[in-house]
Each structure stands twice: as C-alpha cells, then as structure tokens.
C-alpha cells in the first residue's frame, strides 16, 4: 500500500482530472447535448477512478497511473472549443493521445512497463498514431495494439491465467471499438441515426474496468502470499504449495538463494538448476536490497507482477534465513551428536582399558594365590578348615571379578558369539527365567552390539531386583536398516525410565547412535522395554 502521503498525491491527482472532466464537458458539449455530455463525463470519471483504485491497492505498477493519464487525456477533446490562443489546436491534436495511452495500458499490463524493445517501439508508434487525425489515426492505434499483443503473448508477457478480465480480452475490444467507430459511419445508411461515440466510450471503460479489475484480484494474490511467511515448514513445502496456488501454476519451483555458497537450493538444501529460456521454463529471479533472495521457476505464461514479487521477495527472504538457521542448527546437532558418540567411544575404550588391568593385573595374582593355597593343603596332609575357607572365598572372589568386568564391559564379544551370543549368556545368568527369540541379522557394528547388551543387562537387572517377575522374554527382530531388540516381563509394572540412572544412561547412549528406547509399563502389571537401533544395510 502507499504511504499517507503518496496516498494524498494519488488521491489530489483523481480530484484534480475530475474537476478538469467537469470543466471539459461544460466548454465541449452544447446544451442540447446533456446526454452525450454526461456519458462523456461519466467515462472519464470511471476510467480515472479505475486508475485510482489500481493505483492505490497496488503501487508497483503503473497500470494505475496510465489509466489515470488517459482519463485525463480523454478530457482534453472537450477544450478544442475554448476559442482562445493555441488551446484549441493543441487539444484537436491530442484529442486521441487517450486512446495510445489505453494502448501503452493494455500492451504493459500487469507492471505498467516492458523491458521488450518491440514492444516499446509498437507502442510509441501508437502514441505517433494519436497525431495524426481520422480515420487514419485511430485505424493505426488499433492495428498497435493487435500487433502489440502478438508480440507479447507468445513470450508470457500478458498473463493468461488472469480471468475473466485480461489485456488478451480487453486489448482486441478496444482495437475493434476504434475501428467500428471509422467504418459504421460509412457503412450505415444515411437515414439512420446513430452516435458511434458511444462504442468507443463503452470499449473505453471496458478496458480501465477489465484492467484494474485484474490489477486489484492480483493485488489479492500478493496478499495471500505475503501470509505465507507462517507457513516456512520446509518438511511439508508449505510456500512452495501455497505459491503455485497463488500464482496459478503448480509447476512452480522455488529456490533460495544461500550467499556462502553463491547458488540457489531448494527447501532440502539441493542445488537447483536454473533454467536458460531454451526448455520452456522461465525465471524471476526475487532481489532485496539489491540482492538475491530467491528465485521462481515457473511456466513463461505466468506473470509475477510487482505485488505478488514484492511479497515473494518477503516470504522468500523469511524463509531464506530460516532455512539457514535451520541448517546451522543441523550442523550443530550434528557436531553434539558427534561429540556424544566419541565421548562414548571414549568411555568404551576406557572401560576395556579398565577390564583388561583387571584380568591382567588381578587375575594372575589370584591364580598365584589359588595355587599357593593348593601347595599348602597337600603339604598339610590334613584337611584344614582355614584353608577350606581360604580356597571358598577365592572362589567368590573370582565369581565377583567376573561379574565386575562383564559389568564394565561384555568380553563375550571378544569370544566370537557376537550379539545373540552374549544375550544368551545373559539369559543363563539372570535369577528370572529367561525366554529369547532371534529374528535378525548379526549386526556388525561394535556401537550397536555394545548398546543392545547394555539395555538387555539393565532390563534384566531391572527385572530382578523391582519386578517379582516369573518370566522374561526377549525378542530381537531385524529390518532393512533398523534392529529392534524387545525385553517383556510378567513382573508387577509401574516401571518408568526416569525411575534410575540406569535406564537413562542407556537410553542416552541409543540416542547417541541414532535410536531410541521407550518403556510400556502399565500399573496393572507387565514392563516392555522396545529399544530401536539404526544399523547398516546387509548387516
């Protein structure tokens, strides 16, 4: 919209060609000739406040200007009959300027402006045309704005999509209006009377109304896309969808422009190809500030007119940044993702470090210790309480070693049984029965295999110390890129993930590696702990 004051420019300027339309009909029509007077003043009236209204809803084109203009020129006919100086001469001679500028109108709508040199040529050629007094002047003008719009429709230059008034429809109107009103003159028999001004003032106001009655339904257009900015989900296209929509084509395809690596992407940060004119598809490219913000693809028979750019260049620059925070709020995630699975890493390669000194360090000392305590109970000769006890509690200490080390790290998986393997040991091991079913593939990954025995080893723990439970099942199942690992008790439920750090520690690390763990547990009894793991294909 203008700005208050532009606005009041506008506005002074509407009264202004009113106020010369009423002077103009005063001096130009004889009292006897109060109708054609009126109609005349009417005409000028709607063609300006046509122009107006354009102006005022969309200020980036100039089809309201134009439309204003030719009102104007449309009351300079009526001061031929001043009888003062050069006044009357100087209005004869322009007394058809209206008809080149409804031409200039027509052959520019929606931007009020072409860029293409024919076209400009056609229409001063029409504005030449104006000059030169009828029939000739007025057959000229039509013969421009046929022409013209040949020339501009086969390029996309008029919007054909624009209904149920176009330039296309109101163009030929106009062209064939100015042409009757050479010819019926001629043609009708002398006896009847008929005033052929009226199909050229008719045709007049066909164009202002057909032109600004566009101009303010794409101005609705602009303002649907101006809402879009709310809908910058790049997961579901949203502006994309709702553009095509705006703009009648849904080919279209939007691209962003990202300055770091000076090319335009789409939604998902694909390079998108820009077209060269030669495949049928066309581009406008969406600057702000000077710069590029964006770009559309879309059918050459689509015209982006300067409200729908204006609020485009809006919605695309919003949606520009938002896709770039977007992708450095990935790569930060990804960076913590990245720092989360090495500190894992290092906390794996730390608890290896910590089993190997213990078997390596702790180990040999008790087998030194064990075989000591042998020598000496043969020595004996006689059974010896105290050696008896001494040799038991080794045992426990052994059995308790075994279980610390399994505990900071699954050496099963050094013993070639791989995932299934080290769960049925587990399952030997755990004071609650045990069911295991395997549906999968051996994963390769030590990641996954390391954190799937983990949830197992906890659910279980879980299961023996809060559950009072009779039976456990686990069931492991395999998918194109997925392993689900499932552990389902019988136990009395209520069970929760933030009930311990045990579950939580796990869940944290399956979220490290891409999965997640989720817990069913109603109070009316029964746990199922679902853990989900993305693995490699093929493994």
């Known amino acids: 919209m203008l700005g208050p004051l532009a606005e009041r420019r506008a506005i002074f300027i509407g009264v202004a060609v009113a106020v010369e339309g009423v002077v103009s009909v005063r001096i130009g029509f004889a009292p006897f000739e109060q109708r054609q007077a009126l109609l005349a003043l009417l005409t000028g009236w709607l063609v300006g406040g ?33 009888g003062a100086g050069a006044i009357p001469t100087v209005a004869g001679a322009l007394s058809l300027l209206y008809a080149a500028v409804a031409t200039h109108a027509v052959l520019t709508y929606p931007s009020g402006s072409t860029s293409d040199r024919r076209l400009t040529a056609v229409i001063v050629a029409g504005y030449g045309a104006s000059l030169i007094a009828p029939p000739i002047g007025p057959l000229l003008i039509a013969a421009a704005v046929l022409g013209g719009l040949a020339l501009a429709a086969p390029n996309g230059a008029l919007d054909r999509n624009s209904r149920p008034w176009t330039a296309l429809i109101v163009g030929p109107i106009f062209a064939t209006a100015l042409v009757a009103g050479q010819i019926l003159p001629v043609v009708v028999p002398d006896g009847v009377r008929f005033d052929v001004r009226i199909i050229t003032q008719v045709a007049f106001m066909l164009v202002a109304v057909g032109l ?26 949203g502006l994309t969808r709702a553009l095509a929509s705006a703009i009648g084509d849904p080919t279209l395809e939007v691209g962003y422009w990202l300055p770091e690596q000076s090319r335009f992407v789409d939604r998902s940060g694909r390079p998108v190809d820009v077209p060269d004119g030669r495949d049928g598809r066309a581009r406008t490219v969406i600057e702000h500030a000077g710069n590029p913000v964006a770009i559309l693809i879309h059918d050459p028979a689509v015209t982006t007119d300067p409200a729908i750019r204006a609020a485009t260049a809006r919605a695309a620059e919003l949606a520009a940044v938002n896709a770039r925070l977007q ?10 993702d990245a720092s989360r699975r090495r500190l894992m890493q290092v906390a794996d390669e730390e608890r290896r ?18 075989t000591a305590i042998g020598v000496a109970s043969a020595c004996s ?3 010896d309480p105290a ?28 013993d070639g049984v791989g995932l299934r393997g080290a769960l049925e040991v587990l399952a030997t091991r755990s004071p609650v029965p045990v069911v295991l079913a395997w549906d999968a593939d051996e994963p390769d990954e030590l990641d996954v295999r390391t954190a799937m025995y983990f949830v197992c080893s906890e659910a279980l723990a879980n299961v023996a110390k809060h559950a009072d439970a009779t039976l456990v099942r686990i069931h492991v199942t395999g998918e194109i890129g997925l392993l689900t690992l499932q552990v389902e008790d019988d136990g009395r439920g209520g069970a929760g993930i933030g009930d311990g750090t045990g579950l939580q520690g796990v869940r944290d690390r399956l ?23 993305p693995v490699e294909p093929g493994a």
């Open 387 to 414: 050696l008896a006890g001494a040799i038991e509690q080794l045992e426990l200490t052994r059995r308790d070693l075994a279980g610390l080390t399994e505990d900071i790290h699954p050496r099963v998986f050094f």
């Open 212 to 237: 600004s009655g566009a101009l303010v339904r794409e101005s609705g257009r602009g303002a649907r896309v101006t809402d879009l900015v709310v809908d910058l989900d790049p997961s579901r296209g």
């Open 381 to 383: 000769g006689e059974p």
């Open 353 to 370: 470090s910590l089993d190997q000194r213990l078997r390596q360090g702790i180990e040999p000392k008790l087998d030194v210790l064990a």
């Open 50 to 82: 046509c122009g107006l209204l354009g102006w005022l809803r969309v200020p980036g084109s100039r089809t309201g200007p134009l439309l204003i203009i030719a009102a104007a020129a449309w009351f300079i006919g009526g001061f031929r009959w001043v």
């Open 327 to 336: 992708s450095e709020a990935r790569s930060q995630v990804a960076l913590v």
């Open 511 to 533: 979220e490290t590696l891409g999965g997640r763990l989720d817990i069913v547990s109603p109070s009316a009894g029964g746990t199922r702990l679902i853990a989900i793991l």
